[in-house]
T-cell receptor, first 115, second 112 residues
Framework: GAGVSQTPSNKVTEKGKYVELRCDPI?????LYWYRQSLGQGPEFLIYFQGTGAADDSGLPNDRFFAVRPEGSVSTLKIQRTERGDSAVYLCASSLYNLIQDTQYFGPGTRLTVL | KQEVTQIPAALSVPEGENLVLNCSFTDSAIYNLQWFRQDPGKGLTSLLL?????REQTSGRLNASLDKSSGRSTLYIAASQPGDSATYLC???????????FGAGTTVTVRA
């Protein structure tokens, strides 16, 4: 079946611009996570959705970052006034429920480059 | 804050040798631990998930052990193949939303 998909795969933008990154989770998965991975590092947690609500946004670095999941499926990560330090690979993951045995399935990521 | 460390950062072995990858974490109150594989420019593929009540999990040539009290996990890959070349990431969850804290990974090269 279809896995987690993310669009675009690559995004190049200029400092100060606004960007949106999209995540389509596996159909039927209720939990959705966003992570950010800088070069040579492991992914870092940004935000977690259970259904439509952001249950944990403690990883968002500042108020320029915002994410939504209005219908409990597709999610969009929004970054305002982008900075060069925002350059990274943004990964989305989904899991079936929110249970201890649930594996997180990751998408291929969006590589964001801020010039 | 949970800190996850993976040693070594890189490993190169000849084909056929067994691989041993180490992961340590500072907070032993974890819910589960996952091992992932990441190929260059790609997302993460889950290999094994060990719940906090379990001591090990096996899948094919892969075996992962968990010692919660000492804050350690080890991933064993038997009879390595060139196709096993990738970066292996360890991740733990310490909250009941199961968000993951990752190590920086071990990059493995298996020489033919």
């Amino acid at each position: 079946g279809a896995g987690v998909s993310q669009t675009p795969s690559n995004k190049v933008t200029e400092k100060g611009k606004y960007v949106e990154l999209r995540c389509d989770p596996i159909s039927g998965h209720t939990a959705l996570y966003w992570y950010r991975q800088s070069l040579g590092q492991g992914p870092e947690f940004l935000i977690y959705f259970q259904g439509t609500g952001a249950a944990d946004d403690s990883g968002l670095p500042n108020d320029r970052f915002f994410a939504v999941r209005p219908e409990g499926s597709v999610s969009t990560l929004k970054i305002q006034r982008t900075e060069r330090g925002d350059s990274a690979v943004y990964l989305c993951a989904s899991s079936l429920y929110n249970l201890i045995q649930d594996t997180q399935y990751f998408g291929p990521g969006t590589r964001l480059t801020v010039l | 804050k949970q800190e996850v460390t993976q040693i070594p950062a890189a490993l190169s072995v000849p084909e056929g040798e067994n691989l041993v990858l180490n992961c340590s974490f500072t907070d032993s109150a974890i819910y589960n631990l996952q091992w992932f594989r990441q190929d260059p420019g790609k997302g993460l593929t889950s290999l094994l998930l060990i719940q906090s009540s379990q001591r090990e999990q096996t899948s094919g040539r892969l075996n992962a052990s968990l010692d919660k009290s000492s804050g350690r996990s080890t991933l064993y890959i038997a009879a390595s193949q060139p196709g096993d070349s990738a970066t292996y990431l360890c991740a733990v969850s310490t909250t009941n939303d199961y968000k993951l804290s990752f190590g920086a990974g071990t990059t493995v090269t298996v020489r033919a």
